[in-house]
């Protein structure tokens, strides 16, 4: 495997590939990488000859009084798993590569409306430096597709609007979100979770299936619906962000129309904010 830590050698790489006629994969991360990652980087393997992934924490994504200091990094771990893995190139590069002239003043890339809902609400700024740092980086590689996890809900349709009115050619593949043994869904930020906390974070999961379990047998009113699931959270210890029902191509208010529906959730154990959703036909 492959690893550069700066923009000019690995355009080199990525044109000697492509000139290769060799079909590329880019999928970024934020490392701290366990099998949700892997399971990226097993899809891009199977769509393309060959896969890049791209370890870089990006301050740029991170609010005032957010854990970006903290977020766990464990470099030598994810070079271990990425070359287990037969990734062909790791791309870690340093703050300043990736803003060379400073973050101050710096010049970002914004997706209005879907961006400003949701954890956009309570996270401002949050997916504008999500779509800031993604455009740098299909930039920089240039690859044929990209990969990312449905667990990031929000995110993946912010990236797969901003993908289509930059017309960039990339093509967006979604993951299913992966899960531990008890409905869990696997993030970096589970690690701060302490053994009682992490007892009680399935029941994020359960909560949405719960609701998705009850739209299915009939019931319609979905104001309820949320109200109960934010209240039955807050009784188990958790701090609800939000608990929504929304259509799962826009994430606007579901109309009755049999469009496909989303539930999303956030919630805070603590200082560990865990988010989740499930989407299905009613």
């Known amino acids: ?102 973050q101050r003043g710096a010049t970002y890339v914004g997706v209005p409306g879907l961006s400003e809902i949701l954890c956009g609400a309570s996270r401002p700024g949050h997916f504008c430096g999500v779509a800031t740092v993604v455009t740098k980086l299909f930039n920089c590689v240039q690859p044929d597709i990209a990969v990312f996890g449905e667990k990031d809900y929000q995110q993946l349709l912010v990236i797969r609007k901003m993908t289509e009115e930059l017309c960039l050619s990339v093509e967006i593949v979604a993951v299913p979100t992966v899960r531990e043994a008890d409905g869990l869904a696997f993030s970096s930020r589970n690690a701060y979770l302490t053994a009682e906390q992490r007892k009680c974070a399935p029941l994020l999961y359960n909560s949405l299936l719960l609701c998705k379990k009850r739209i299915l047998s009939g019931e319609q009113n979905y104001a309820v619906l949320m109200s109960q699931a934010q209240k039955n959270l807050r009784a188990a210890g958790f701090d609800p962000d939000y608990f929504e029902i929304r259509r799962a191509d826009s994430l606007t208010e579901p109309t009755g129309d049999g469009h496909q529906l989303v539930i999303l959730a956030a919630a805070s154990l603590a200082r560990t904010r865990l988010i989740d959703n499930v989407r299905f036909t009613p």
């Open 1 to 102: 495997m492959y690893t550069e830590q700066t923009i000019h050698p690995l355009r080199t790489r990525m044109q000697q590939w492509r000139q290769a006629g060799e079909r590329i994969a880019l999928v970024p991360t934020m490392g701290n990488l366990h099998v949700g990652h892997l399971a990226l980087v097993g899809q891009a393997r199977q769509l393309v000859d060959r896969v890049v992934v791209s370890v870089f924490v990006n301050p740029g994504q991170f609010g005032a009084g957010e854990d970006y200091l903290s977020y766990p990094r464990s470099l030598e771990q994810d070079t271990d798993l990425l070359t287990q893995a037969e990734v062909d190139l790791m791309f870690v590069p340093g703050v300043d590569e990736l803003y060379p002239g400073g």
